[in-house]
Nanobody, 126 residues
Framework: QLQLVESGGGLVQPGGSLRLSCAASGSTLDYYAIGWFRQAPGKEREGVSCISGSGGQTNYADSVRGRFTTSRDNAKNTVYLEMNSLKPEDTAVYYC???????????????????WGQGTQVTVSS
């Protein structure tokens, strides 16, 4: 059974940076697309980014494109979300999720993902 654990969240000032990690156990991530999602209080969960199993395909929400970068190290069974130029509106609980699919596919729509981590809080505030 695939399990995901996020880490790297915390409190950061506007304009700052954080790197989130999503570490997997129980299965290799090679055949899983990984998505990053976030949920702020009172708001619906939204897709942030995704990366295909091969790492060759990525996609980003318009709100984070150019500021966030997702990457993966399959040898370490870990996926990363590098977040730069953070804004207060980026404040949310961030989740990673896994979807077993062709290695060239990913999506920032949450429906296909059936393995989820517990989330890590990111707070952007001065």
């Amino acid at each position: 059974q695939l399990q995901l654990v996020e880490s790297g969240g915390g409190l950061v000032q506007p304009g700052g940076s954080l790197r989130l990690s999503c570490a997997a156990s129980g299965s290799t991530l090679d055949y899983y697309a990984i998505g990053w999602f976030r949920q702020a209080p009172g708001k619906e969960r939204e897709g942030v980014s995704c990366i295909s199993g091969s790492g060759g395909q990525t996609n980003y929400a318009d709100s984070v494109r150019g500021r966030f970068t997702t990457s993966r190290d399959n040898a370490k069974n870990t996926v990363y979300l590098e977040m730069n130029s953070l804004k207060p509106e980026d404040t949310a609980v961030y989740y990673c999720a896994a979807w077993r699919v062709f290695q060239t596919v990913c999506s920032i729509w949450p429906a296909p993902y059936n393995y989820w981590g517990q989330g890590t809080q990111v707070t952007v505030s001065s």
